[in-house]
Structure formats: C-alpha cells, structure tokens
C-alpha cells in the first residue's frame, strides 16, 4: 500500500466519522430554518423551551398554504435532517397533514395548515411566561 492510498483511505474514515459525529445546536437549528425556508414554509416562529420543558431546547412553528405544502414541507425537512446525520428523527401526522410534529432531537417542529395552527394557538401556550410560585403546596 503507497502512502497515498493511505491517505486516501485515512480520509476516507475521517469523512465518514464526521458526518457521525454530534453537531452543534446552532448548527442543526440553522440547517432547519434553512430546509423550511427552502420548502417556502410560512410564518415561521422559534420559541426557546428552556426552563418552560423537558422535552427539547426549541420549539420552530412553520405553516404551510395546503395539505401537499405541508407534507412537502415536512419531507423537506426530514430528508434533510437525515441527510446530516440525524437519523433519529421521528414523525407524527403526516397521513393527514393537517398538523405534522418532527422530533429532531433538540427541536421539535411543527408543521401547520394555517387554519388549524390559528386553532391550536402553540406560540400562545408556549410563549407566555410561567409562574415564579406554584399556587398549591
């Protein structure tokens, strides 16, 4: 074996390793914003969750004009999520395409009709503010 085959090989493992390995938050929350802007997903809003919940540091809310926008765009984003190494992403809603939740991880996304994102009011509910004291002890 030449050194250059070695190398060749070297970097070939190193490559491969890469696109394993985590990926900073920001990093994933930029490749998001991204796909959706891509998929041309509307109104799209990002609610920090810390302290509010467990279950993930971001929540992004996007809309789409119609049953096949929002599908498309939620493919969009699942597909590209995949593709950078993130292939415990998980998907809810997607038969009916009314409301499609992805579960990447740190960010949850939620992918609306804009009829029903009105309906359920997400940024409402997770927006505001939670209280210093609990009211029973």
């Known amino acids: 074996m030449t050194a250059a085959t070695r190398t060749a090989a070297r970097r070939a493992r190193n490559t491969d390793i890469a696109a394993d390995a985590p990926r900073p938050q920001q990093e994933i929350k930029d ?16 609610i920090d969750l810390e302290g509010k919940s467990s279950m993930g540091d971001a929540m992004i809310i996007a809309s789409g004009r119609a049953y096949r926008h929002v599908k498309a765009i939620a493919e ?51 927006s505001g503010d939670i209280p210093q004291e609990h009211l029973l002890s």
């Open 31 to 46: 490749k998001i914003l991204a796909l959706l802007e891509d998929a041309k997903a509307e109104n799209v809003v990002e």
């Open 76 to 126: 969009r984003v699942t597909d590209g999520l995949k593709l950078i190494g993130l292939h415990e992403v998980r998907v809810e809603g997607l038969p009916h395409c009314d409301w499609v939740l992805i579960d990447a991880g740190s960010f949850i996304i939620h992918v609306f009709r804009p009829e029903v994102r009105e309906f359920y009011n997400l940024e409402r509910l997770w």
